[in-house]
């Protein structure tokens, strides 16, 4: 007999590892591993929605006809040596893993693993639309890389809204019609939301009792727990909330955490939702004039592009990568990443959401969040780790190129052509945070000064060396070197006092 190993972010029917198990002698392995569990003080959110997710799912296998040895252990290596002892195994087939910490546990417990069993490593797709070796492939030598050309040819090799050899509409990226900020007295379409069933409730009491500690919060659980579901969640975005999307996708309201967005990765990540139907639907949804074509590109971008190429990222660049720091910040992670009770209202509403489901979008990401990180200095490696842990749909892979490379430019630009920083101004226009918030945006040392004003000409003060000759960021230091050397001091002066502020407690 042969034992086939599932992880718990491969819950897919379609994988190579499932389809090709002979029901009759086969047994599937799942393994609840707590010591993976606290690898990091993961959110109860996303331990709860992987718990149920992989109970579902072992249920679902069940009904289908398959033998599933379902097991909780304290470790994985545990919960294997219980397996070898109930079932006779010759042969053990794992689909390959793309987290490398995980990968190396593996292939450690892969080379103990008694000669008389043989290993074996089954195809990852369609997790994803490229094996590990083609999308290593598409990104020759050590980088930089340019995002653009890697989504251009996947467009191209995977023929999504092309017409011949040209892109529909004329342009490869309808970017620029999708910066559109959204009025406060504008409503959005409610996501799909799904109320736990009894399962899930008793994995939520588990994770309760076992890992009251960890931080987030279980009084609200909206998450799609098997296929059948986040098809619903599918369905519902590409029919209600894809017109939409394009246009207010860098949009920011207040108490709006989901906007128009698909709040899909969670349900992709995890295997029950294949980027290649995902992104068949949104195309179809094009050809039949359900949704316009800037709508369609850009999610489509973020699946077909996005997600691949920072997978590619991952697995050229680790495991060094996890230690880059270009620009050499230590400032530790404020305690009210974890509460959201801090007096900047645009943090407030980016980290709440996060603290209440484990989730908010790219914007409060990538502009709020990781802006706050870069220009106060924050570890980046403090900060990719609460991204691992606070969210429902990450995972070191997708994190580590996202937070490192995107959000805080610490890879130095092997991923991004600049940092994503910003003063006050951009979130003022792109959201209506700015409305409620004690700190005034357009002032910049004045006591109620917003503090991204100051620290954003801080940072690029003190980061000229490494960026001052980047062609994109010229403008805007030729602007700084034409401040009169006074008025240079006080952003410095200002940028002082609110890193000491924050260093005793304050902006909470």
């Known amino acids: ?87 006779d195994s010759r042969e053990v087939h794992l689909t390959h893993v793309t987290d490398d910490r995980m990968r190396r546990a593996i292939e450690k417990w892969a080379q103990e693993v008694p000669k008389e069993i043989t290993v074996h490593y089954e195809e990852e797709r369609p997790l994803f639309l490229l094996s590990k070796e083609e999308v290593k492939d598409r990104l020759p030598g050590d980088g930089p890389w340019q995002a653009d050309a890697f989504y251009r040819k996947m467009r191209k090799d995977f023929d999504i809204l092309m017409e011949d050899d040209s892109p529909i509409g004329g342009k490869w990226s309808f970017d620029q019609e999708n910066r559109k900020p959204a009025k406060s007295d504008m409503e959005f379409p409610k996501k799909r939301t799904f109320r736990p069933d009894e399962m899930t409730k008793q994995v939520m009491e588990e994770v309760e009792e076992n890992y009251g500690d960890h931080p987030g919060s279980l009084d609200s659980f909206i998450w799609p727990v098997t296929r059948q579901e986040a098809l619903k969640a599918l369905n519902q975005f590409i029919s209600d909330r894809l017109p939409l999307f394009g246009t207010y996708q860098d949009a920011m309201l207040t108490d709006e955490p ?90 407030e509403q980016s980290i709440k959401p996060v603290v ?8 409060q990401r990538l502009m709020v969040l990781g802006n706050f990180a870069n220009l106060f200095g924050i570890s980046p490696q403090q900060t990719s780790d609460w991204f691992n842990e606070m969210y429902v749909d990450a995972y070191d892979w997708v994190v580590l190129p996202n937070v490192l490379g995107m959000a805080l430019y610490a890879d130095g630009g092997v991923l991004s052509t600049k940092p994503y920083v910003s003063s006050a101004n951009y979130i003022n226009k792109m959201s209506d945070y700015c409305e409620e918030c004690p700190f005034n945006p357009k002032h910049k040392t004045e006591e109620d ?30 602007q700084w070197n034409k401040r009169k050397e006074e008025d240079k001091e006080a952003l410095r002066s200002k940028s002082r006092s609110l890193k000491q502020q924050l260093a005793k407690g304050g902006l909470h």
């Not at 209440?356 to 790219?362: A, E, F, L, M, S």
């Not at 004003?453 to 062609?471: Q, T």
Request: glycine share 6%; aromatic share 14%; hydrophobic share 40%.
């Open 258 to 347: 989901f906007m128009s967005h698909a709040v899909l990765s969670s349900a992709i990540n995890i295997g029950f939702l294949k980027p290649s139907e995902v992104i068949e639907k949104a195309e179809q949804a094009y050809y039949d004039g359900e949704a316009p074509l800037n709508a369609v590109e850009g999610f489509i971008r973020q699946v077909v592009g996005w997600r691949e190429y920072m997978r590619g990222i991952y697995l050229k660049k680790m495991p060094a990568y996890k230690k880059v720091n270009v620009f050499d910040h230590d400032t530790d992670l404020p305690s009210f990443f974890y509460t959201g009770e801090t007096k900047m209202k645009c943090m």
């Open 449 to 478: 000064a917003c503090p991204f004003n100051a620290l954003y000409w801080d940072f690029l003060d003190r980061h000229e060396d490494k960026l001052g000759d980047n062609p994109r960021m010229k403008l805007i230091y030729s």
């Open 356 to 363: 209440d489901v484990g989730y908010n979008h790219h914007i």
């Open 1 to 87: 007999m042969s034992t086939r190993w599932i992880f718990g972010n491969q819950l897919c029917m379609d994988l190579p590892i499932i389809k090709e198990a002979d029901k009759e002698s086969d047994v599937i392995l799942m393994v609840e591993a707590k010591s993976r569990a606290l690898w990091q003080s993961y959110h109860k959110q996303k331990l709860t929605f992987i718990f149920s997710s992989m109970r579902h799912f072992a249920e679902e296998l069940k009904d289908k006809g398959y033998t599933v040895d379902y097991r909780k252990a304290d470790s994985f290596r545990d919960g294997w040596e219980e397996h070898k002892k109930a079932y």
